[in-house]
């Protein structure tokens, strides 16, 4: 197959993991394109046998240049499959494919409204409350990733990390006000980076809570960093699926997360949140930790097998060889 994948994002997150790991194995087998912004970050994260073309032209959905810029790279290439990735490719992908004929697959990551995958045949949701706002059949496939051997080391003081781009729909305001009720010695790390980094930390220095919250911005240890801390928290407002609860599923002790997306389809009830119970329940895990870790390996066993990449991938062949009949 000649599959051209298509991201209009320049960024390193969630998305553009699923992005990088896919096409890295697609790759060994078939011939894959990778079509993003002039300027993309994660071009040392993608395989050298991946073709990349950076588009020049400017980036806006309307502009007629760019088009035919792709156009051009997606005939050259004699693409049989067109993956889009958020409402912004999709919608290019869909209006390119009424001047060329190939087949268009269109991921949707999330709950919120993208009105143009109604009109896409070929839909792949990434959790089924994803799947819930389109108005037609879409195919679930939740991603996986490759497990790694990883050592564990919780040190005395308790360690809480939080996982994810610093945007307002993370919760990661409404953590830090939770932690500060805390009436246990505690350290809460942030991992990412964004567009809320000075609210955040404004919000941190006005709680006096330098010595005990921290905002790394982005690291590539994530999984290391998760087995190292005693609980992890997702405290996301909406979500579809989470990369960095997978990653929590395989390398957390504990994790707790509110219930939204598809981490309501993939977490045991017993480890759901609220923002009115948060400090709560961190400090009832503190006090059972023992028992709560324990309960959380045995609660995640069946999913976390489901959650394996080379499921994820043999899933995804599947699907664009059923689209291409």
């Known amino acids: ?14 998305v553009e993991k699923i992005v990088c ?15 993003v912004p002039n300027g993309c970050l994660y071009k040392d994260k ?41 409402a912004k490719a999709s919608q290019m992908g869909f209006l390119l494919n009424k001047f060329m004929d190939f087949t268009q697959v ?15 045949s070929n839909v792949i949701s990434v959790s089924k409350s994803v799947a819930q706002t389109i108005n037609h059949k879409s195919e679930v496939i939740y991603f996986g990733i490759k497990e790694r051997q990883i050592s564990r080391n919780l040190g005395d003081k308790f360690s809480i990390i939080a996982v994810g781009r610093l945007d307002f729909i993370k919760g990661f305001d409404e953590l830090i ?50 087995a190292n801390s005693h609980l992890q928290i997702i405290s996301s407002r909406s979500e579809g699926l989470s990369i960095s ?22 977490l045991d009830e017993e480890f ?6 948060m400090s709560a329940k961190i400090s009832k895990i503190y006090k059972n930790y023992d028992m709560y870790s324990q309960k959380f390996s045995e609660k995640h066993k069946e999913i976390k097998n489901s959650l394996k990449f080379e499921n994820y991938i043999s899933t995804l062949k599947n699907y664009y060889e059923n689209c291409l009949k």
Request: contains cysteine.
């Open 1 to 14: 197959m000649k599959i051209a994948y298509f991201s209009c994002s320049t960024i390193y997150g969630g």
């Open 21 to 35: 790991d896919s096409i890295n194995e697609l790759c060994q087998n078939d011939e894959v394109l990778l079509i």
């Open 46 to 86: 993608i395989s050298p046998k991946v073709r990349i073309y950076e588009y020049k032209n400017y980036d806006k959905r309307w502009n007629l240049l760019l088009y035919f810029e792709i156009l051009k790279v997606l005939k050259k290439f004699g693409v049989q499959i067109l993956h889009t990735h958020g």
């Open 106 to 120: 269109a991921t949707k990551h999330n709950v919120r409204k993208g009105k143009i995958f109604n009109k896409i």
């Open 177 to 226: 006000k939770s932690v500060s009720k805390l009436d246990f010695d505690f350290v809460l790390q942030i991992v990412g980076e964004g567009k809320e980094r000075k609210n955040l930390q404004n919000l941190i220095n006005s709680l006096n809570l330098q010595s005990k919250v921290v905002l790394l911005g982005f690291k590539d240890d994530v999984a290391q960093r998760l």
């Open 245 to 266: 609860l997978i990653e929590g599923i395989f390398y957390a002790n504990v994790l707790l997360g509110t219930k939204v997306g598809g981490i309501s389809e993939i």
């Open 272 to 277: 759901f949140i609220d923002y009115e119970n």
